[in-house]
């Protein structure tokens, strides 16, 4: 029977009908049937470890958890073989778990061990609790693991494997008493755990708990360890009399006060552009815990960002009070006198130089709420289009690229559509450290179903090391060999001809302009050899889909716009859009970058990308808020720094983004902030661009606040207020609705929901935007209809041009802007950490993360380290032809050459620096990677830069999962409802 056919069954004599090859736990769940489990879990499926699932299927016993839909099947629960091993399978389960539960931290009504056993009303003990020979370990700085409390079900391992696919837990089964280890035996800080957190998320007791969970959780979870143990004993004492029911009642009402104490939050995660939701558990302003479940992008996954960093919203370094600059110095100020200021400013520097004279910087950090109301600030309330984020540092030439060739700037389709591909490109990023549970699901693809995985990066990163073709261009090029396989594939008639003649536009144009893009000059710029490009072209155009990821190490160049392009034309001429599993993901780096754009804080677009010229939107927003609004584009914010320096703006008011630090050339800009006559930073933390201002207005971040973001795969999600904002700072929102009042324009804003239901009107790509279509972890897509209908993937029946049909672009090559010369001999590339978040202003703030990466580095390769005389700890000064900083060694074949690799994760020597003024040449973005170094040796010898504690020097095992097999095949075990010898036994 085909998959999805339907099929009929009988459960304990009822007749359900169902998919074929549906999995059998879930579905009957479905129909108010519950089967006893402790292994299974729906984002892992079938583990087959606890054996407290037995059913009888056509009379012969089976594990449920592994058993899926077929006609005809006859099911009994209720059969004695399989009760009795459901029981004999959950007393093992007990044989292997101290039950303290009133005392446990994880008693707190998801413990599956305990609902199982109160479920299953087990009375007795039937197998003494025994504890094993191994100490807790709690090296890792985020989590524990307790041993005897592990009952082996295998759950943490099958996540380590095979959904994070960092394959560093297995359980080893040849022990005399088995337990989960780390890199095959290591303590958990010293192996390639890259603490994820997914071990502890789906671990079904308290084997392994986040460590800010412990001594919390409840009222009796506090008691020291000295007093625990006597207590555990005494009910321990009681059980053979009364029996586990009495206990297990008194912790159910121990879970269900907790459950009253300990307030559970969705939130969205404030990193990344992957968008993963979770729950926050929160006790006052302590953060007990985040637990993703049901995330749309994410579902159980985490990163350790979003997992464990979350230390900055409670960091005595908030700004909690607004701050105005007298003297030279800042002193604390009201929020009247500081708006007041702000407003009075603002009107006199319009009023004396034209609207045009002020510049805002929405950010991406904000919600969408909030970048709508910085643009409807800046047109609405001053009258300027000088309105721009931080998507111009990043990913507007990937937009750009989209905008020529299929209209919308966003990615084709969801996560969940990559990993359905045949064939990933990842051109110029490195997805695990930057989008690390977005690589997650392309590894588990990769891994277990075979998904083919091609990487070009400088880098030999993580996603390189796993791929099946692996290629190393020349900085600057991938233009050149992009386009020699297009010119190949249509030169060998390997082309989707069918797609093309009904879709497509610009065929010809486009053959005519690759003439000079053979595989020989492609090979010649690249360095590629010209039968890898061809191997590589004709395994893209014979796959059944293809998704390109890619992110800054494309955009981030002179050529940017282009090569995107040519990503985008590629996909075409192989028919790779409008499918799951194909399309364009240009991979966008902050939580709400993607959002920051669509809702209109960016120079030429109003919201949801109408061009600022166009007559007939700017008279509907114009109608709606009623003012005329200019009509003629701003500066964006490469713009306005060249502006400040010329005289022509004269105040700024930025929002959540660091200037100082994270633009090109940061000195340049710098000096441009000392010279604007009104300077207002609205930021949580006193950040290097806030010492510039002369108004510093303390915001709340994201889990202080309502609203929406919207994640790299156009997916808006809510979250919700977690807790108050700390002190006197308050949400952006609140923030511009104040000072647009005191500027003459009073919105009246009382809630978030409010501005999106505005937002939504007059903006047809979000028509149907509502907060009630966004409950919980409800989320949408756009476009989204007024009826509510979205959009998970773009493109299905036509292109958004007037005549349906994409359009193929034609570019050409440009060399990078600064190449390597006699003088500065090396190039530097730089980009992210998986453990640290862009400039480490959020980051660096949580002491857990700090210790994994205490500081910056900058990579040597060994040959490039072996004729400068460096070594791992060896301090170098790297000068450009801007300044120069200073950073100890790490020696690695991560880069070869004179390549070198520098993580921007440094206020004290901040990569940016170096890194000039040259853009690209469509949008401005900064061309961070196009960037020539010389290299000084300060200092031969000193500490490695990166502890020895970090992952990196771990040594990962890759298994097939949790591995039960071994466990079967030992002399100790025998299947359910077979007991246990008397002494030891699995």
């Known amino acids: 029977m085909d998959q999805g056919a339907k099929c009929r069954i009988t459960v304990n004599g009822e007749t359900l009908i169902g998919e074929a090859d549906e999995p059998l736990i879930p579905f009957l769940a479905h129909h108010g049937i519950d089967v006893p489990h402790i292994c299974y879990h729906p984002a892992l499926g079938p583990i087959q470890s606890c054996d407290t699932c037995w059913i009888a299927v056509d009379g012969n016993p089976r594990r449920a958890c592994a058993t899926t839909l077929a006609q005809d099947m006859n099911i009994r629960l209720d059969s004695r073989e399989a009760m009795e091993a459901r029981e004999e399978g959950l007393n093992r389960v007990l044989k292997n778990h101290d039950l303290y539960c009133t005392l446990c931290d994880n008693n707190n009504g998801t413990c599956t061990v305990h609902n199982t056993v109160r479920d299953m009303g087990v009375e007795h003990q039937v197998y003494p609790y025994t504890p094993k020979p191994y100490e807790v370990d709690a090296s890792n700085p985020f989590y524990r693991y307790d041993p005897d409390q592990c009952i082996l079900c295998g759950r943490c391992v099958e996540a380590c494997q095979n959904l994070q696919v960092n394959e560093t837990l297995s359980i080893d089964w040849s022990l005399e008493r088995p337990r989960v280890v780390w890199d095959g035996g290591q303590p958990i800080n010293e192996s390639s755990c890259v603490s994820c957190g997914h071990c502890v998320t789906v671990c079904p007791c308290n084997a392994l708990m986040e460590k800010s969970m412990l001594g919390k959780a409840g009222v009796f979870t ?141 950010s991406s950090k904000c919600t969408n709420e909030e970048a709508y109301l910085m643009q409807k600030f800046a047109r609405g309330v001053i009258g300027t289009n000088n309105i721009d984020n931080c998507s111009r540092y990043c990913q507007n030439p990937a937009t750009t690229g989209l905008f020529r060739t299929v209209s919308y700037g966003g990615d084709s389709g969801g996560i969940a559509s990559i990993e359905q591909a045949d064939l990933v490109l990842i051109v110029g990023s490195n997805t695990a450290e930057s989008h690390p549970v977005l690589a997650t699901r392309v590894k588990r693809a990769h891994k277990l179903r075979g998904q083919q995985l091609v990487v070009a990066d400088l880098r030999k990163h993580e996603m390189a090391e796993r791929a099946d073709v692996f290629i190393r261009p020349r900085p600057g090029t991938d233009l050149v060999w992009l386009s020699a396989l297009i010119r190949y594939i249509l030169d060998q008639g390997l082309e989707d001809k069918a797609f093309l003649a009904e879709r497509v536009n610009g065929l010809d144009e486009l053959r005519t302009s690759l003439a000079p893009f053979t595989l020989e000059y492609a090979e010649s710029v690249s360095g590629i050899p010209a039968n890898t490009l061809r191997d590589l072209a004709e395994r893209v155009a014979g796959s059944s889909g293809v998704c390109v990821l890619w992110a800054m190490g494309v955009t981030q160049h002179c050529g940017g716009s282009d090569t995107s ?197 007059l903006t047809p790509l979000f028509a149907g935007v509502d907060y009630s279509r966004l409950e919980g972890f409800a989320s949408l897509q756009w476009p989204v209809t007024a009826d509510g209908t979205d959009t998970p993937i773009l493109f299905t029946e036509r292109f958004p041009f007037p005549d349906g049909r994409a359009r193929l672009h034609p570019v050409e090559w440009i060399e990078p802007a600064e190449l390597p010369d006699l003088s500065y001999d090396l190039h530097l590339n730089n980009g992210r950490l998986l453990e640290q978040f862009h400039e480490g202003n959020m980051t660096n703030r949580s002491r857990g993360i700090h210790s994994k990466v205490p500081d910056t580095f900058v990579e040597l390769s060994p040959e490039l380290a072996q004729r400068r005389g460096v070594r791992d700890g060896s301090r170098v000064r790297l000068t450009s032809r801007r300044g120069s900083i200073e950073a100890r060694v790490l020696v690695t074949d991560r880069v070869q050459g004179d390549e070198l690799y520098m993580p921007m994760n440094s206020v004290e020597e901040p990569i940016n620096v170096l890194t000039g003024s040259h853009t690209d040449r469509v949008t401005h973005t900064p061309a961070y990677k196009e960037l020539s170094v010389s290299l000084e040796v300060i200092e031969a010898d000193g500490p490695t830069p990166l502890p020895p504690h970090n992952s990196r020097y771990g040594h990962p095992t890759p298994k097939d999962g949790p591995e039960l097999r071994e466990k079967w095949r030992r002399a100790d075990y025998q299947r359910p409802p077979h007991k246990l010898p008397e002494h030891g036994g699995l």
């Open 565 to 761: 392009t040519a990503i985008s034309n590629l996909l075409l001429i192989t028919g790779n859009y409008g499918r799951p599993g194909t399309g364009a993901y240009p991979l966008r780096g902050h939580n709400n970058v993607q959002g920051a754009s669509d809702f209109g804080a960016i120079t030429a677009f109003l919201p949801g990308y109408s061009p600022v010229s166009d007559e007939t939107a700017r008279a509907r927003f114009g109608q709606g808020w009623g003012v005329t609004l200019p009509e003629k584009p701003g500066l964006d914010n490469h713009e306005m720094v060249d502006a400040v320096h010329a005289g022509e703006l004269k105040s700024m008011y930025v929002i959540g983004e660091d200037m100082a630090l994270v633009d090109s050339n940061a000195l340049y800009v710098q000096s441009a902030f000392e010279k604007l006559d009104f300077f207002v930073v609205q930021d949580i933390f006193l950040s290097r661009t806030a010492q510039f201002a002369d108004v510093v207005l303390p915001a709340a971040p994201s889990v202080e606040k309502e609203g929406t973001f919207s994640n790299t795969e156009r997916r808006i999600q809510r979250l919700y207020e977690v807790m108050p904002p700390l002190g006197d700072s308050r949400p952006d929102w609140r923030i511009l609705t104040g000072l647009a009042e005191r500027l003459g324009r009073p919105w009246g804003y009382t809630h978030p929901s409010e501005i999106m239901a505005e937002a939504a009107s």
């Open 222 to 362: 506090a008691v020291p360890e000295k007093a625990r143990q006597p207590m555990i004993d005494a009910v321990k004492a009681v059980e053979p009399a009364t029996g586990f029911i009495p206990i297990i009642a008194v912790s159910e009402l121990d879970a269900a006060m907790r459950k009253q104490d300990v307030r559970r939050t969705k939130t969205v995660c404030t990193y990344c552009g992957v968008g993963c939701s979770f729950e926050m558990w929160t006790r006052g302003r302590d953060i007990l815990k985040v637990e993703p479940s049901e995330g749309p992008a994410n579902g159980v996954s985490t990163c350790v960002k979003g997992k464990f960093g979350w230390d900055f919203v409670n960091h005595e370094d908030r700004l909690t009070t607004p701050l105005i600059r007298e003297n030279g110095r800042f002193r604390e100020a009201s929020w009247d006198e500081a708006l007041g200021l702000v407003a009075r400013r603002f009107a006199e520097i319009r009023d004396a130089h034209g609207p045009d004279a002020l510049g805002f910087i929405a």
